[in-house]
């Protein structure tokens, strides 16, 4: 009995001590919470109180500046702060965790889903995460085939398994990682409206299935099945991030008509991916390149790693037409879009990896090293990529001067050429 006694008081002390410290935080949260909610007050007021020496300074800068230009701006930093005003709901861990690992998996994506609307920034940035996580289990060079396609087709009856975790998969800490804590992405997608729920499960199990087809496949062999490979990665990536634009109401319906358009925007960035990656690729023993283009260069495209030649760069400039092909489908998709968001969402990448390919264009470092835009760039497009005006004239500016390096007479240079131009028709 004395003993029971002793359990219960000693029980009371720690019940009191435990209330006495989420008191504590609760305090210290809501002292955060309010100095958050002052700062962005106050930055509203810094905005509202120097918009027209903004406006001057822009002007003196580029006196083509116009009006609207400055609004988008000035209306895109007011949605910024809002999004920082806190609404004093508790700290969501999982929520946390999805936009930390996010940033780790990938910043190029992190910087375009945070401006996104709020009503669709969840969603989309637990559709990446799945979405690596399957890219996970896919790229692990440690899986058996047989392993990966279990995995890969019953990983869309997991998306929301919070129980769901592997501790060794994963070619990089990031990702093995991320498998070790899916749950907090399982948690969050268990969160979200039922309908965009559908929209990741159905793409997630068409991609795995796939997948799947070209898991035990020695390379690529026809340009067909390249498209069809970069369909599965990335164009159905598309299509998905379409449908949910559409289910938002950020955008019309209709734009679940162009689908092929959206497949394009995929596929666009995944060839641009995949022929700026050769390097690390082959040294990955990954063969991504298809053998109908590389056979009329070579009879081993891997021997090409650190040991380039002409017929190298030919095999390169071959691979970047191929990409330049799905350009004008892109313009045709973005002139498409209404919300602002989604607009900077989906033309970021799209211009970002436009001057990627005019970087290894004709550049034998790319079968040395992994060669990317400088990180000044990359700011210049966020930036100034604010509307589909300005998204004309970065691409304008940057296909007439890819066009000056083309002074051969190499009939892949001519047909480089054509496909330029017809972007420019398309702006």
């Not at 903004?54 to 809002?82: C, G, M, T, W």
């Amino acid at each position: 009995m004395a003993n029971r006694t002793a359990d219960t008081e000693n029980f009371k002390v720690l019940y009191e001590h435990e209330k006495k410290r989420r008191e504590q935080a609760e305090a210290q949260l809501e002292e955060a919470n309010q100095k958050i909610n002052m700062s962005a007050e106050l930055i509203k007021e810094a905005v509202r109180k120097y918009e027209n020496i903004y406006r001057k300074l822009l002007q003196f800068k580029d006196p083509d500046y116009k009006e609207e230009h400055l609004a988008e701006e000035i209306e895109l930093v007011n949605s910024l702060i809002d999004s920082l005003q806190v609404k004093n709901d508790p700290i969501d861990e999982s929520l946390e965790y999805c936009y930390k690992k996010l940033e780790k998996v990938s910043r190029s994506f992190t910087v375009v889903i945070n401006q996104l609307n709020p009503k669709i920034k969840d969603e989309i940035c637990v559709f990446y995460l799945v979405l690596r996580a399957l890219d996970t289990i896919e790229d692990d060079p440690k899986l058996s085939a047989d392993t990966k396609i279990i995995l890969l087709k019953n990983f869309h009856l997991n998306i929301g398994n919070e129980s769901y975790s592997h501790d060794d998969i994963g070619d990089e800490p990031d990702y093995v990682e991320l498998m070790q804590n899916y749950c907090h992405v399982a948690k969050i997608f268990n969160k979200l409206e039922e309908k965009y729920q559908k929209i990741i499960e159905d793409i997630t199990k068409k991609m795995a299935d796939g997948m799947c087809e070209f898991i035990e496949m020695k390379g690529i062999q026809t340009l067909a099945e390249y498209d069809k490979y970069c369909h599965y990665v990335a164009g159905l990536v598309g299509i998905g991030l379409t449908h949910i634009f559409a289910a938002s109401n950020l955008e019309d319906r209709k734009i679940m008509e162009m689908e092929d358009l959206a497949n394009s925007m995929g596929l666009f960035l995944q060839k641009t991916n995949i022929t700026r990656d050769y390097a690390e690729d082959v040294e990955k023993k990954r063969f991504f390149w298809p053998n109908e283009l590389c056979s009329k260069f070579t009879d081993d495209y891997a021997g090409f790693l650190k040991n380039p030649s002409q017929k190298a760069l030919d095999l390169l400039n071959s691979m970047v037409n191929d990409a330049l092909r799905h350009f004008t489908q892109c313009v045709s998709y973005l002139k498409c879009l209404g919300d602002t968001t989604v607009f900077k969402f989906c033309a970021i990448p799209q211009l970002m990896a436009l001057c990627t390919l005019e970087l290894v264009f004709n550049n034998e470092r790319v079968f040395s090293e992994n060669v990317k835009i400088s990180r000044a760039e990359s700011i210049e497009i966020v930036s100034k990529c604010v509307n589909f005006e300005q998204f004309k004239f970065l691409i304008a500016k940057l296909v007439n001067n890819w066009k000056l390096k083309l002074n051969s007479n190499s009939e892949l240079f001519d047909k480089t050429k054509i496909f330029l131009d017809q972007i420019l028709l398309a702006l």
